[in-house]
């Protein structure tokens, strides 16, 4: 693949990965629509067989590799929904997978990467301590790490969710997609923005180490410290030598937003209210943030509910705010 994308690298995505990831509903919400006076429509990426989007991504980038490449396996550094996907694609491939993970990371997610077979190494208390031995893997036992956002493969695979809402909505006005890394933004953004540029990208991010947001303000990737909050799956650098997500995310989005931890909060009982979903607060950032700000009256806005991989006790905690 050459050094920029093209909308033919979105339709072999697209290809490529139908046998490993779901086509998900666009579902409208009447309750959503109503309180809120537009036409709010959600992608459900959480209906993903992993439970959140990153399988397109991983799927494209592993169905890439040759067969020699495949052989020797494949590595992530992960907070979670990454590794998943990686380990899930391998296990359906019959190859090696190993995950280098934090231990920030919720146990929920580390046991189910054990039963996808993956070989789990905790490493540190950050993602770049797990990103380091990462790399130390591939050096050493030429397995080949699948980068969880700054790829082109990568990025295509998200892309194809772009694709899918202009099939389902092809009147969307906005897309309001939850931001780390840039993966996911840079994708949907390119795919939709290709069609009608006028389309509105909106990014959301959680108050606490906005890494991409702060980096757009400086005009470079910038380096924070992580805190704990309820967007874990937002949590990550989005590292100084970024290739890609960086300058995509800045020539696409429109608005780079903050969303604050009660909002998450709020945004993840609308889903278990509204819709009987349980999703992470990484992917009820959008909602939040709509939630908080009304949005213009009859606009179409399609949110990326991206991931439910939330575990009982944090469930059980914003039904009741301590
Ligand atoms: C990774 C992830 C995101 C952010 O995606 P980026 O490509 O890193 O911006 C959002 N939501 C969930 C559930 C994720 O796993």
């Known amino acids: 693949m050459g050094q920029q994308l093209t909308p033919r690298d979105l339709w072999k995505a697209k290809w490529r990965i139908k046998s490993v990831a779901e086509i998900t509903p666009l579902l409208y919400s009447e309750p959503l629509s109503r309180q809120l006076g537009a036409n709010i429509y959600l992608k459900l990426e959480s209906n993903q067989p992993t439970g959140a989007f990153k399988l397109r991504g991983a799927a494209n980038k592993i169905l890439s590799l040759s067969q020699e ?152 990737p910038v380096v924070m410290q992580e805190e704990e909050t309820l967007a874990d799956s937002l949590l990550g650098g989005i590292g100084t030598d970024n290739q890609y997500t960086f300058s995509m995310t800045k020539q696409y989005i429109d608005q780079a937003v903050l969303v604050s931890e009660q909002s998450i909060a709020s945004g993840m009982r609308a889903m278990l209210e509204f819709h009987k979903m349980a999703v992470e607060g990484a992917a009820a950032s959008g909602i939040g943030w709509l939630l908080d700000k009304q949005p213009q009256n009859d606009r179409n806005i399609v949110v990326i509910i991206s991931g439910n991989n939330v575990d009982h006790q944090t469930i059980q905690r914003i039904i009741k705010p301590r």
């Not at 899930?88 to 146990?107: D, E, F, H, M």
């Not at 795919?191 to 947001?213: H, L, Q, R």
Request: negative net charge.
């Open 69 to 220: 490449e495949l052989r020797k396996g494949v590595a992530a550094f992960s907070t979670g929904n990454h590794g998943i996907a990686v380990a899930y694609v391998a296990k359906q491939l019959g190859i090696k997978a190993t995950v280098c993970l934090s231990n920030r990371v919720p146990q929920e997610k580390v046991n189910r990467l054990k039963r996808l077979n993956a070989e789990v190494k905790i490493i540190g208390s950050n993602q770049d301590d797990a990103e380091e031995y990462c790399y130390q893997l591939e050096a050493e036992e030429g397995q080949t790490v699948i980068k969880p956002f700054d790829d082109l493969d990568v990025i295509a695979g998200q892309g194809t969710i772009g694709l899918e809402i202009l099939e389902q909505c092809p009147d969307v006005d906005q897309v309001v997609i939850p931001l780390s890394g840039g993966g996911l933004l840079s994708g949907i953004a390119f795919a939709v923005k290709t069609v009608d540029p006028a389309i509105n990208i909106t990014g959301v991010s959680m108050e606490k180490a906005a890494v991409m947001y702060e980096s757009l303000k400086a005009g470079r």
